[in-house]
């Protein structure tokens, strides 16, 4: 198994131990200096501290295991750039605007919603400007979602 696979297998494990969500793996940079970034999550957030013991942890694999000498490991939150893939990661964004791409009788459709429930696989957001309507989505027809910045 080649070093970012193994970095990356180590990575998930630890984060499933921690109780994250794995959003996302990025390995980068040059063979003389890689940039690894994981991205986690999970319903009630993340904190630097979080960052700082998966990340702890990740440094402590690949050091002991000599897969790497000179590398720079960033751990994170997603951040709003990246679009949510896990049920739980709406919990906690209710009440915001999103962007989402869902399939509905085959076709692919496109919407700007707040986020006003999540009931088993069920998502309800508020769409239209002017005259306001429910939008109910099944989770599993969601193809991308992604949180809007309001000022």
Sequence with gaps: METKEKIKNKAFEILEE???LPIDFVYRGSENRPVIEV???NE???TTDDC???????????D??????NYRLDVSSPGVDKPLIYLTQ?????GRNFKVE???DGNDKLFEGKLISVEGDTLTFEVGKKNKENLEIDF???????????F
Excluded: C, P, W
């Design 18 to 20: 921690k109780n994250f």
């Design 140 to 150: 599993n027809k969601i193809k991308k979602a992604k949180v809007q910045i309001s």
């Design 64 to 69: 002991e295991n000599g897969l790497l000498k």
């Design 52 to 62: 700082m013991i998966v990340s702890r942890e990740l440094e402590k694999f690949i």
């Design 44 to 46: 009630a957030g993340v």
């Design 102 to 104: 869902y399939t509905e």
């Design 39 to 41: 991205f986690m999550d």
């Design 90 to 94: 709406y919990l906690k964004h209710v």
